[in-house]
């Protein structure tokens, strides 16, 4: 028996196949979160909305 590609993910009931955030990136642009690839385009000193997911263990 071989182990699934993300057998990691099929351990802890995690779906590796996307990531984490991904459903929520359209309520999350819609209040106008910053995402992370874009935060060092953003001018020091400036405020800025994150958001993240806790993943269970």
């Known amino acids: ?5 993300n057998s990691a ?3 802890i009931g995690a779906d ?3 990531h984490l ?8 642009a819609e209040l106008g979160v910053t ?3 874009l935060l ?3 001018p020091t000193g400036e ?3 994150v958001a993240g ?3 269970p263990r």
């Open 1 to 5: 028996m071989t182990a699934p590609r």
């Open 9 to 11: 993910a099929v351990v």
């Open 16 to 18: 590796a196949s996307r």
């Open 21 to 28: 955030m991904e459903p929520c990136h359209p309520l999350l």
């Open 35 to 37: 995402p992370s690839h």
């Open 40 to 42: 060092k385009e953003v």
């Open 47 to 49: 405020t800025v909305l």
């Open 53 to 55: 997911r806790r993943a």
